[in-house]
Nanobody, 116 residues
């Protein structure tokens, strides 16, 4: 069973940066898309950024120009570079892989806290 493991979360001041990583424990095979979601306390989980197998990216409006999603196929890893962080970015961040030949994979989540 392939697992996704996120890392890179933590506490950062407003205006700071973090880089999240999501590594698969094995080959994920062919996939439609990889993405990052987040869930803040009391709110629904929302899609933050995604990247298709073809390399097309999509972002929620609130992070456009600040976050960048990328992937390294050789390492089975997807990244989320987060710059100019705001307090409203505070949430648990999850990665997801939508595979063509199986159920989607979710990571366990990593906490991002933006605060002074």
């Amino acid at each position: 069973q392939v697992q996704l493991v996120e890392s890179g979360g933590g506490l950062v001041q407003p205006g700071g940066s973090l880089r999240l990583s999501c590594a698969a424990s094995g080959s994920i095979g062919s996939f439609y898309a990889m993405g990052w979601y987040r869930q803040a306390p009391g709110k629904q989980r929302e899609s933050v950024a995604s990247i298709t197998s073809g390399g097309s990216t999509n972002y929620v409006d609130s992070v456009k120009g600040r976050f960048t999603i990328s992937r390294d196929n050789a390492k089975n890893t997807v990244y989320l570079q987060m710059n100019s962080l705001k307090s409203e970015d505070t949430a648990v961040y999850y990665c997801k892989v939508v595979r063509t030949g199986g159920p989607p994979l979710w990571g366990q989540g990593t906490q991002v806290t933006v605060s002074t």
